[in-house]
C-alpha cells in the first residue's frame, strides 16, 4: 500500500463506518481500524471495509508470541492488508506477528512509541532500540508520534528504508507539513475527517495538503 | 474475586469454551479470555462465560488514553470483571482505564513485564517503575512471569496490598509452588487445562495444589 493518507476510522456504529469509508476512499489510501469498531461490530468489518480500500488491523499487539501470533492470524484471515504490533513486546513478538503476516502477503508496523503523553514514559528511552528490532524483524514500517516532530526526525534516519506512517495530527496537535518535513512517508488522521460535518471534503483537503508536502519535502 | 487459580481459556471456540469454563467452573476462582477467543467469538462471549465465573478480559491493552478508555468500557459492559493494561503503556493509560473500570467497580490489572523471552528487552527493565504506576493510578493487581519466579519475589516486596497473578506455569516453565512461595496471590493457567484430556480433573488437581502452596507460604 503506497503510503500517504490513512484514515483512522475510530467510530463505533457499522453504518458510520462504512458511509465514512466510501465518501472518502477517492482521497485515502488505506483504513486503520482499532479494537473498539472491531470489538462493537464483529472482526467482520475488516472484511467489509477491506472491500473499499486495504484494511491496518491497528491491534497493537503486545502480547506472549504464541497470543500474538493467533490475533495476526485472525487480523489477515479476515481480510486486512496490514498490522500494527508493539516494539516493546520485544523481538520474539515483532517477529512471529511478522512470520504470520508473510503467509497472507501482508504488512507490519511497530510501534516505536505512543502518541500520548504516557508515551514518552517508558517507550521513548526505547524508541530507537525498536526501531532496530523492526529492522531486524524486517518489518514495512513504523508507527511514530507527528505530536514530536523531532522524534520523527532522528527515527527517519535510522529506519533506513522502512515507511513512517504518523498518527497524532490535527486533533492530537501534531501538524501534517511537520511531520512529513520530518520524514513521515504517510499520514494517519482520525477524528478530524471522521467528526467533520463533511468527512469526504475534509479527507480531500487533508490528501492535497499530504500530496503538496510530500512532493515539497520527499 | 478472591485470586487463586484463573483459568486462562485460550481456546478459539465458543461451544468448547462454554464447555471447559463449565466443567471446570467448581475449581477456578475466574475465567481470563484473550483477544483470540473474543474476535473469534464476538464479545458476547464475555457475557456468556461471565454467567459462569467471573471474567477477566486480557486485552492487554496499550494505546493511547482515549482508545483504552473505549476498550476498557466494551470489555466491563460485556460483563467483565477485570482488565488488564499495559504498565509500559504509561501512567495516563492505566489512569483512564483505572477510571472507567470504576464507573463499573471492576477490577484493572496491570501488567509488569510479559512471560515471553521478549518480555526481558524493555518491560523487565522498567517493571519496578511500572509496579509504582500502578500503586498511584490505585488498581487492584499486577501480571507478573511465574517464568521468573526471583521477579515476583522483588514485584511482591514492592506491591505491597496489590494482588499479584502470575501466568507462565506448568506449560511455559514456570512452577506452581515457587511462584507462591514468591508472593503470588493467583495463578493463571491455561493450557495444562484446557489442553488436558481431562480438564476438571486437571483444573481440580492444580486448585488442590494452589490452596495447598497458599496455606503453606501465606
Redesign the interface.
Known sequence: MAAMLILAL?V?DETKAMEIAEVTARHIQGIKV???L???C??EIIEELSGVKPVIAD??I????Y?SA??AD?AFSHGASGIIV?G???????SEVKRVADEYSGEVYTVTE??????????SR?AY??VE?AKRAGVDGLIAPATRAERIREIRRRARNLKILCPGVIAQGGSVEEAIKSGADGIIVGRAIYSSSDPEREAERISRLVQTFLKKYK
Open positions: 475510530d463505533m482499532n479494537y473498539p472491531v470489538l462493537s464483529g472482526i491491534f497493537k503486545a502480547d506472549i508470541p497470543t493467533l490475533i485472525l508493539h516493546f513486546a520485544g523481538s520474539d513478538t515483532v505512543l502518541s500520548s503523553r504516557g508515551g514518552e514514559e517508558f517507550m526505547h532500540e525498536i528490532i
